[in-house]
Structures are given as structure tokens and as C-alpha cells.
């Protein structure tokens, strides 16, 4: 198995419909993450979960809805997208706690096209 | 907090030729640095990391970078570079302390190694 699973790695999907994206780590982590990876655009953090605790929103639209069921797993669940929400997600866990120096591991991506 | 900038949003080089690729960073605390690359649809992987010790730290497949705190540079450089090292770039800070992996990405450099 590798670090860190994504599923799917593409979806392509119209504004109405709902979807999920999946992550799956598998090297004991307890903290998880989505970033968006726009075209020109630095990497931007949607969403922090540390011990399936959401610790960080960054302002992030309400038509994605992250859910993390255990330290293992973590969805993006997805609903009336926009145009403009066209990105590849990356998922990246790392092992919190003290010494924490920073890494993250990532996942490959999704790469989401909104019709 | 921390920011990140990437003077260069492209780099195109000859094969064997020496490559820099540059990153700056600023932050009100000390700091963890790191280079992660990008292939082509993959998502992001970790070159190399400098934490403690050494200011100067290097890679497997002969990248090196060396931490300057005086400049707030932590630029990437290789000797000769090949064609497999087409790819983007990204320079990541995070700050010490911090008990979450926290990352702040530059926007990226594509490096193009051409024939």
C-alpha cells in the first residue's frame, strides 16, 4: 500500500450533482489535510483535521463539506460546484504532536472538472 | 506567520547544465524548510528538508539546497541537471513550534530540461 491513497483520480461532474473525494493514509497519522491546486496559484489549505478533529477552515465554501471518521480517512464531499472549483485536490496526512517539524506526505490528487 | 516567494515561475535549461532555482521566505519565527516536487499528474513529493544542523542539505538524485537565515533563502541548485527533472518546483516553510505540520508553499517553479 502506498502512503496516501486518492480516489478517484479524475471526476468529472455538472454544477448539480454531489461526489465525494476519498483519502486513505496509511502510515499512523493523526492529522490530515485537503489543499486545492489551482493553475498560477499557490497551494491553498482548505481544511485541517488533527485526531478527527477539524482544527482549521480557511474560509472555505460551504459546497465542500470535509468529513474525517477516523485518523485513517478523509472525505471531501462535494455539492453544487462551480465552474471556477476546477482544481486538483490533494490530500497529505502528517504526525502531529510535539516535535512536529512540518512534512507533510501527500496523496497523488483527484482532478476535478465542474461542467 | 510565514510566507513564501519563488522569484521564477519557469526555468528552462539545457541538459547537464547547472540550474537554481530560488526561494526566499519570511517569517517572525525560526523555521523548517523545505523543496517538494511535482511530476506530471502526480501529486507533490519531498526533495529534501533542512530542520537543524548542517545549513546545507541534499537530495538522492543530487539536488542540494543550503538554509541561509541572514538572506532568508533556502535556494535549489544542481550541477547538472537531466531530463527526468522536468517538473515543478514547490519551496514550503513551517514554523518551529507548531504542533501541527502547518505549510506555507511558494508558487512553484516549472523547471523544463531540454535536449
Known amino acids: 500500500e502506498t502512503g496516501v491513497t486518492q480516489t478517484p483520480r479524475h471526476l468529472v461532474m455538472g454544477m448539480t450533482n454531489k461526489k465525494s473525494l476519498k483519502c486513505e493514509q496509511h502510515?499512523?497519522?493523526?492529522?490530515m489535510y485537503w489543499y486545492k491546486q489551482s493553475a498560477k496559484k499557490p497551494l491553498e489549505l482548505m481544511f485541517v483535521y488533527s485526531l478527527e478533529e477539524r482544527v482549521e477552515n480557511n474560509s472555505v465554501p460551504s459546497r465542500f463539506s470535509p468529513e474525517c471518521p477516523n485518523s485513517s480517512h478523509l472525505f471531501l464531499h462535494l455539492h453544487t460546484l462551480q465552474p471556477e472549483d476546477s482544481a486538483l485536490y490533494l490530500c497529505?496526512?502528517?504526525?502531529?504532536?510535539?516535535?512536529?517539524?512540518?512534512?507533510?506526505?501527500f496523496g497523488e490528487g483527484s482532478r476535478l472538472t465542474v461542467l | 506567520a510565514q510566507s513564501v516567494t519563488q522569484l521564477d515561475s519557469q526555468v528552462p535549461v539545457f541538459e547537464e547544465a547547472p540550474v537554481e532555482l530560488r526561494c526566499n521566505y519570511s517569517s517572525s519565527v525560526s523555521v523548517y524548510l523545505f523543496w517538494y516536487v511535482q511530476y506530471p499528474n502526480q501529486g507533490l513529493q519531498l526533495l529534501l528538508k533542512?530542520?537543524?544542523?548542517?545549513?546545507l542539505v541534499e537530495s538522492i538524485n543530487g539536488f542540494e539546497a543550503e538554509f541561509n537565515k541572514s538572506q532568508t533563502s533556502f535556494h535549489l541548485r544542481k550541477p547538472s541537471v537531466h531530463i527526468s527533472d522536468t517538473a515543478e518546483y514547490f519551496c514550503a516553510v513551517s514554523g518551529r513550534g507548531s504542533t501541527l505540520g502547518r505549510l506555507y508553499f511558494g508558487r512553484g517553479t516549472q523547471l523544463t530540461v531540454w535536449p
Open positions: 533542512y530542520l537543524s544542523g548542517s545549513t
Open positions: 502510515l499512523g497519522h493523526n492529522a
Open positions: 497529505a496526512s502528517s504526525q502531529g504532536g510535539s516535535p512536529n517539524t512540518g512534512e507533510l506526505f
